[in-house]
C-alpha cells in the first residue's frame, strides 16, 4: 500500500476522470500533481485544492516528456501514486485515419503512460512502496467499431500492466488497470462522439463522473489488478471465452453508428 499522505501524479487532471480524481485525492495526498495541455483547466483546480500543483505537458510529444518528466520529479517529488488517466480516442474506422492519427493514438494512450512507468519505478522500487493505476478501456477487451487503434493502445497498456504485477508479485508496488465502460465526461464532445446517437447512447448508459472515480480510488486501499466500471461489464470476458463471435456480434451491436 501506498504512504498514508502520498505524492500523487495525476495525468489528464484537466478534466473528466483526472479532474475528479484531483477533487476526491487532495485531502488524503501529500501533493498532487496535475498533468495536462490546458494550463486554464489546471489553473482552475490548483486554485481549489492547496496542495496541488499543475504541469502544462503534451503527452503526444515524447521529447517533451523526456526533457519534462525528470524536472518534475526533483522539483515536485517522484510519485508514490502514479494515475496514467490521459487518453482520447476518435470515433472513426481504422480506413478514414491517417497514419499520423493513428500513431497519435498510440502515443498518447500507450506509450505516454508506458514512458512515465519507467521514469518513476525506480523510485518506487527504491522506496519498496507505490502503486501504478493505469486507465484503460472496456473498449480493449473487444476492439468496437469506430476504435481500432484506441482499443489497441489500451490492451497494450493493460498487457502492460499485467506483465509489470507478476514482475512485480509480493512486494509492496502495486499495478492496476481501469477498464471504464461509460462515463459522462468531455470524452464524449468531439471527434466523432458529438453524433445524436453516441449522444444518446451517453445519455443513457453514462454513469456520473464522481460515482466512477469513488470506485477508483478506493483500489488505494485495497490494491488489485483489474477494476471494471460499472463492474457488470465484466460478464464480456465470459461470453468471449464462451464464444467469441457472440461477443464481436453484441459488441459490434453497441458500438455501431445507427443507420
Ligand atoms: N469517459 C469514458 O466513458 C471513458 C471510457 C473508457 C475509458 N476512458 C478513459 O478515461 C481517461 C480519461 O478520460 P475522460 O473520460 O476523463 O475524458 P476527458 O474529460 O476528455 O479527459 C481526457 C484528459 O486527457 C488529457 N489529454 C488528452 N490528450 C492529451 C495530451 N496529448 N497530453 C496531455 N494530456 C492529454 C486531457 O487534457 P488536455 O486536453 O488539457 O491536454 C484531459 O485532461 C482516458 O484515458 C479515456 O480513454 C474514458
Redesign the pocket.
Known amino acids: 500500500m501506498s504512504p498514508k499522505q502520498p505524492i500523487i501524479w495525476i495525468?489528464?487532471?484537466?478534466?473528466?476522470?483526472?479532474a475528479e480524481l484531483a477533487r476526491q485525492l487532495s485531502p488524503r495526498a501529500n501533493r498532487v500533481v496535475l498533468i495536462?495541455?490546458?494550463e486554464d483547466?489546471l489553473a482552475a483546480l490548483t486554485d481549489l485544492l492547496p496542495n496541488a500543483v499543475a504541469v502544462p505537458?503534451?503527452?503526444?510529444d515524447a521529447d517533451q516528456i523526456r526533457e519534462k518528466i525528470p524536472q518534475v520529479i526533483t522539483e515536485h517529488g517522484a510519485p508514490d501514486v502514479l494515475f496514467n488517466?490521459?487518453?482520447?480516442?476518435d470515433y472513426r474506422p481504422v480506413a478514414q485515419l491517417t497514419e499520423a492519427e493513428h500513431l497519435q493514438i498510440m502515443q498518447?494512450?500507450y506509450l505516454a503512460p508506458a514512458a512515465l512507468i519507467h521514469h518513476v519505478l525506480p523510485h518506487m522500487l527504491k522506496n519498496n512502496a507505490g502503486h501504478v493505476i493505469n486507465?484503460a478501456?472496456?473498449?480493449a477487451k473487444f476492439g468496437p467499431w469506430g476504435h481500432g487503434p484506441y482499443a489497441a493502445a489500451k490492451a497494450a497498456l493493460i498487457a502492460l500492466t499485467q506483465s509489470l504485477a507478476i514482475e512485480h508479485e509480493g512486494i509492496n508496488v502495486h499495478f492496476s488497470y481501469v477498464c471504464?465502460?461509460?462515463?459522462k465526461?468531455?470524452?464524449f464532445d468531439t471527434r466523432g462522439y458529438e453524433t445524436p446517437h453516441m449522444q444518446k447512447q451517453v445519455t443513457k448508459h453514462g454513469i456520473p463522473v464522481d460515482k466512477a472515480v469513488t470506485k477508483m480510488v478506493k483500489l488505494l486501499d485495497k490494491p488489485k489488478l483489474e477494476l471494471c466500471v460499472p463492474g457488470h461489464y465484466r460478464i464480456l470476458d465470459f461470453i468471449k471465452a464462451m464464444s467469441p463471435s457472440l461477443a464481436m456480434k453484441l459488441v459490434a451491436k453497441g458500438s455501431r453508428p445507427a443507420k
Open positions: 495525468t489528464g487532471a484537466s478534466s473528466g476522470i483526472g495536462a495541455r490546458r483547466r505537458l503534451d503527452l503526444s488517466n490521459a487518453g482520447f480516442g498518447v494512450n486507465i478501456s472496456i473498449a471504464p465502460g461509460m462515463i465526461t468531455e470524452f
